[in-house]
């Protein structure tokens, strides 16, 4: 009965994952970020591969959108656009953590505290570039 019910919460914990900006540091084109919205779509994606500007602005109409760069150029923010890099180990952890297993996807995450952690609210999709 305890292995049943350790391994059924085992399972539904597995099933979401967090991120906690206190703890996972990215970079804008400037400065580090600091989450301050409820929601966001959470972008990775190379920007070796392309332009993906226009592809982001229909996500961007209602959640701001953190854009995470794995080719690590820094851009300018746009008006709901949040470009993000970070150290090679930061991006790595990311990718693991989510499960990313094509470029460019997306997920959205929702803010579970006021210390930074961020909850997985949705699957992840494969994005399609336009």
């Known amino acids: 009965m305890i292995a ?3 391994g059924y919460f085992n399972y539904k914990y597995s099933q979401y994952k967090f991120i906690n900006f206190k703890e996972t540091i990215l970079y804008t084109k400037s400065k580090l970020f600091e989450p301050d919205k409820k ?3 959470v972008v990775v994606y190379s920007s070796h591969m392309g332009e993906i500007d226009k592809t982001l602005e229909p996500l961007s109409r209602q959640n701001s959108v953190l854009a995470i760069d794995l080719y690590q150029k820094r851009k300018a923010r746009k008006e709901n656009i949040i470009y993000l890099t970070a150290g090679t180990n930061t991006l790595l952890k990311i990718i693991h953590r989510f499960h990313i297993r094509e470029v ?3 997920f959205m995450i929702e803010k ?5 952690l961020y909850k997985q609210a949705s699957k992840i999709y494969l994005l399609e570039v336009k």
């Open 4 to 6: 049943l019910a350790f």
């Open 39 to 41: 929601r966001y779509i």
């Open 104 to 106: 460019p996807s997306y």
């Open 112 to 116: 579970q505290n006021e210390n930074g």
